[in-house]
C-alpha cells in the first residue's frame, strides 16, 4: 500500500495518485495537497494547505509548516554526513547515524529541482530558487539562488 497506516491526513488533503505516492509514518496538514511519485518519511510533518509538487522527497526530520510550496523534485537531506557502512564493514542501521532536522517556515516556497540540506531553517515568506542548494538558513522574505544559494532579493518587494 503506497500510503501506510500510519499517515496522519487532516481534512481535506488531496492525493491526486494515491498509487503513486508512497507515505509512511508522517503527517501531512488539513487542504494540503501531495502531488505524484512524492516520497513522505516518518516523523516528517507538512502542515496545512502546502502543496508538495511531484517527484519531491521530503525525508525524516522535515517539519514544513502552513502554506508552504514545495516545487517538482525537490529534494530534502537529513544527514551531513551519510554512509552505507560502519567502520568495520557493517551495514548501517538506525542506531548509526543521526537525524538532522530541517524546518521551512510559514509561507516559504521552494523552486523546482532545490535541494535543502539537513539542519536549515527557511524562513518565513522566503522563496529557494528552482535549482538551488541550500546550505545555510534563510532568512525571513529572503529569495535566495544558486549553488550554494545565496541571498540575491527580498520577497517582500515582489508583492
Known amino acids: ?32 495537497r501531495v502531488g505524484a511519485f512524492v516520497e513522505i518519511q516518518k516523523n516528517a ?17 522535515v517539519t514544513i509548516e502552513d502554506e508552504v510550496f514545495v516545487g517538482h523534485g525537490v529534494m530534502f537531506i537529513n544527514d551531513i554526513f551519510p554512509a552505507a557502512a560502519n567502520e568495520d564493514g557493517s551495514a548501517q542501521g538506525e ?36 535549482g538551488a542548494v541550500v546550505t545555510k538558513d534563510v532568512p525571513d522574505y529572503a529569495i535566495v539562488a544558486g549553488v550554494p544559494a545565496k541571498v540575491v532579493g527580498d520577497t517582500r518587494e515582489k508583492r
Request: net charge positive.
Open 1 to 32: 500500500m503506497p500510503i501506510s497506516d500510519t499517515v496522519r491526513l487532516g481534512d481535506g488533503v488531496t492525493i491526486h495518485h494515491p498509487q503513486l505516492v508512497n507515505l509512511y509514518g508522517c503527517a501531512v496538514g488539513a487542504g494540503s
Open 45 to 61: 510533518a507538512v502542515g496545512e494547505r502546502c502543496k508538495i509538487s511531484s517527484h519531491t522527497f521530503i525525508c525524516e526530520g
Open 95 to 130: 542506531a548509526d547515524w543521526t537525524v538532522v532536522p530541517t524546518l521551512i517556515k510559514r509561507r516559504a516556497s521552494i523552486g523546482s529541482n532545490a535541494t535543502i540540506m539537513g539542519g536549515v531553517t527557511g524562513g518565513t515568506g522566503a522563496l529557494v530558487g528552482a
